[in-house]
């Protein structure tokens, strides 16, 4: 299963970046295109971004119920992302060693690392209430997303 279809992915793409197009601020960037893949994306509860800092996961702007503020490394899909700086799909999270439940309606999630001059600048995170939501679909078009933050 994957959030929306590849026509709707490419149609977010290009709203994407033309969002962050000319903007270097990466709260407004971040916080727009959480709003607009929130709104976007089918079964969503959370869409979000934690920036690394400190050597920990620090949340930012996001979209749905309040989260978990400090994220370590390697600790729940988020810390896990970020340690291996690697997509993770995830289609059952009580099945998930380690899992953080900041929303109990999550059943499934993908984080997309985010990178800033090829290092890793924090993720961006998405929680379903349904199983299995996520594919690789989602990571291909999320990634692209992910990458015009800096751009």
Request: charged residues 20%; glycine residues 6%.
């Amino acid at each position: 299963m994957t959030a929306t279809t590849k026509e709707n992915y490419e149609l977010l793409v290009q709203q994407a970046k033309a969002l962050v197009d000319g903007e270097d601020d990466w709260i407004a960037n971040t916080t727009n295109l959480s709003a607009l893949l929130f709104n976007s994306l089918n079964n969503v509860n959370f869409a979000g971004v934690y920036r690394f800092e400190n050597g920990e996961l620090i949340l930012g702007p996001f979209q749905g119920m309040p989260a978990c503020v400090h994220i370590q490394m390697g600790k729940g899909v988020c810390g896990t992302a970020a340690k291996e700086e690697k997509t993770q799909i995830v289609p059952n999270v009580h099945e998930f060693a380690g899992h953080i439940a900041c929303d109990s309606a999550s059943n499934s999630e993908i984080v997309v690392p985010i990178f800033k001059d090829e290092k890793l600048w924090g993720v961006f995170d998405f929680d379903s209430t349904k199983p299995n939501n996520f594919d690789e679909t989602d990571q291909k078009y999320l990634t692209e997303i992910a990458d015009a933050i800096f751009d």
